[in-house]
């Protein structure tokens, strides 16, 4: 687990935001403005880091410290604040290659296949600092955070974290499962590391990474399952809740309406209706198409929603 650990921190940086004229190498771990980062990608000109934006906030310049100790300049590549992440650019040009012979692009592995009681290893500053190793398993792969236009699986460990941890989650093969973020812990699992399942964020990271927004509508739902249905209430996505001042609002979708079509394809699912919407394009128009309940009954309803993005 050591080895596999030492290989896996190749990829781990962390990302600092530096505010004003402080001396940020003189900070102690607890105060300093940073989190974990991932390097997930070169795209021939820059080398792209996976974050948090926390960071961002009255940031005047943001750093990345490599896995060798050395520190480049950084800028944001694209954010998305429906999570809460973004893609942190590093010109290749700027790295020693000292350096690259000791950091490496990380493995994504698939979180889909992780199962309670997997050993897993945590990288980053899941307590507070960065650098850290915490070794332990996996208690629990069937949680899931209701976002905006979807859900996203978790993984929880047994491994105790800081309230504001950050890192990854890595298998025994050495692959990134999980990027931890205790900001989504409830309060029972907050003092043990959560994350997102990989699998769930990588048409996030893929989009990013090229630049591009994430789609938003703003609908938060839940599946109409086959004994929802059983009580007379129509097949497709339930919306629980509507974002205020999103594009859902401003098209006319209520709480209470089925989504039952969008785009041309039929919804039967939350995840349907994600994989729908992350093929979309930041202000382009959609269709979708449902049922209101009425006085006599659920009526059809048709909304032409104009897609946006949480930049």
Known sequence: MNSVASEAAKSVVEVIGISGEQDWTEESYDNKNSVS???IADNGQELLIYGKTS????TKEIHIRFADGTTKQASVKKKDESLGFAIYAVAKSSIAQSTWQQISIATLGSSG???KGDAAVVL???FGYAGAVGFGTIASSRNELDGDDGSYPLLCTDIG???DGTGVIVNLSGEVVGIVDQGISGNSSRELVTGYGISGLKSEIELLSNGQAVPYIGIRGLDVTAEIEAQGIPGGVYVRTVETDSPAMAAGIQSGDIITEAAGKKITSLSVYQSVLRDQKSGSKIRLKGQRQGS????DISFDVTVGSKE
């Open 296 to 299: 006599g009954g659920y009526v």
């Open 124 to 126: 980053g500053k899941p």
């Open 113 to 115: 296949s992780v199962q």
């Open 161 to 163: 974290a800081a309230e």
């Open 55 to 58: 960071i961002l906030r009255d």
């Open 37 to 39: 980062g991932l390097i």
